[in-house]
Every structure is written in structure tokens, then in C-alpha cells.
């Protein structure tokens, strides 16, 4: 074989492998979207994103200025807790080629995180009250000003069920517990 066919050869394969590979990894992440994950951040980007190792072959999230709360400080190698808001195939960049036509480069795959979100808040709560990953109380509604106040309205079908009560926990060690992990964030919880 000629050397430019054996090159071309290698790259294909290598482009193959590089696919399958994404591919792999946008579905294990396709899988976390929407839950809690704990992720350790890497470095901060210019503009104040973060990136973040959520131990995906090689894929870093990202944890974009929107999504942190501005009551809370980042350093690198802390572990935090994230809600992943959003899992996606990264857009390529386009660029100019060797013959001077536009080409677009295939992109990996495109984490976005949060903290801010209410549904971070709804996670660590449905982690923390065992009677609303049960069912018998259920969250109606949050309202958040990240970094600030969370009002929460939760309600149940049960008669002989506190929802307020159930969901705060027994001197408030419950709610506490997510309050901690908000830096403190003041958090209400009220009946429906």
C-alpha cells in the first residue's frame, strides 16, 4: 500500500474510535441528566466558569456562571455536589480547511451544571425526606433566589402525614442538612 492510503487508513480507524468513544459517554451522561452528582472542579475559565471531572472518560462538565450561586465561593479540587441541568453533542466549531473551504469540527459532549436551579434544591431534598421519594408527601411548587431564600410548598394525600413537618424533620436536622450544603441559604417550607 501506498503511505498516504496507510495514513488515511489510521486516521478513519482512529476517527471511529474517537466517535464510538463519544458516543459511550453522551450515553452515561444522558443518564445522569436531571439527578444530583458530586464533582470535583478542575480549574476556572476567563469568563468564571467552571470546569468540573465528573469521572467521564476524558469529558469535563461545565459549571457555567448562571448555574453558582453567588452566596457561594469555588476552589479547585473541591468536591460539590451538582444537579445536571442539561446533557447535549457539543456543536463543533467551524474553521477553514487546507483547500480554504469552510469545515465544521465534530464537537464531544456537552455537560451543563447548576447550583442555582430550583431543581437543585428539589434533588436535595427528594435525597434527604424519604417520605417524598415515597410519595406520601409530594413539592408542589419552589420558589429560590439562589443564594438568598428558597420557599418550598409541599402537600400530601395522607391524613395522618405532616408534610411540613416531615419534610423540616425532627428539630430541623433535615432541612438543615440542606441548608448546609446552600452555604446557608435560608430555606421555608409551607403547606400547599
Known amino acids: 500500500f501506498e503511505y498516504s492510503a496507510v495514513q488515511s487508513?489510521?486516521?478513519?480507524?482512529?476517527?471511529?474510535?474517537?466517535?464510538?468513544?463519544?458516543?459511550?459517554?453522551?450515553?452515561?451522561?444522558k443518564a445522569m441528566e436531571g439527578k444530583l452528582v458530586i464533582g470535583e472542579i478542575k480549574r476556572q475559565l476567563r469568563n468564571g466558569d467552571y470546569m468540573v471531572n465528573l469521572n467521564l472518560e476524558n469529558t469535563d462538565?461545565?459549571?457555567?456562571?448562571?448555574?453558582?450561586?453567588?452566596?457561594?465561593?469555588?476552589?479547585?479540587?473541591?468536591?460539590?455536589?451538582?444537579?445536571?441541568?442539561?446533557v447535549d453533542k457539543g456543536e463543533g466549531e467551524e474553521r477553514r480547511g487546507r483547500d480554504g473551504q469552510m469545515q465544521k469540527k465534530k464537537g464531544g459532549v456537552r455537560i451543563l451544571l447548576s447550583r442555582a436551579?430550583?431543581?437543585?434544591?428539589?434533588?436535595?431534598?427528594?435525597?434527604?425526606?424519604?417520605?417524598?421519594?415515597?410519595?406520601?408527601?409530594?413539592?408542589?411548587?419552589?420558589?429560590?433566589?439562589?443564594?438568598?431564600?428558597?420557599?418550598?410548598?409541599?402537600?400530601?394525600?395522607?391524613?395522618?402525614?405532616?408534610?411540613?413537618?416531615?419534610?423540616v424533620g425532627k428539630s430541623?436536622?433535615?432541612?438543615?442538612?440542606?441548608?448546609?450544603?446552600?452555604?446557608?441559604?435560608k430555606i421555608d417550607v409551607v403547606r400547599y
Open 61 to 86: 462538565a461545565l459549571f457555567p456562571v448562571r448555574g453558582q450561586s453567588p452566596r457561594e465561593t469555588y476552589e479547585t479540587q473541591e468536591k460539590l455536589k451538582f444537579f445536571v441541568e442539561r
Open 117 to 167: 436551579s430550583k431543581d437543585f434544591i428539589k434533588a436535595l431534598i427528594e435525597n434527604e425526606v424519604p417520605e417524598i421519594s415515597s410519595g406520601d408527601v409530594e413539592i408542589k411548587a419552589i420558589a429560590r433566589h439562589a443564594g438568598i431564600r428558597t420557599k418550598i410548598a409541599v402537600d400530601t394525600h395522607k391524613t395522618d402525614v405532616d408534610p411540613v413537618g416531615s419534610t
Open 9 to 29: 487508513a489510521k486516521q478513519r480507524s482512529q476517527q471511529v474510535v474517537k466517535e464510538y468513544n463519544t458516543d459511550k459517554v453522551y450515553v452515561d451522561a
Open 172 to 185: 430541623g436536622t433535615r432541612i438543615q442538612t440542606v441548608m448546609t450544603e446552600c452555604d446557608g441559604e
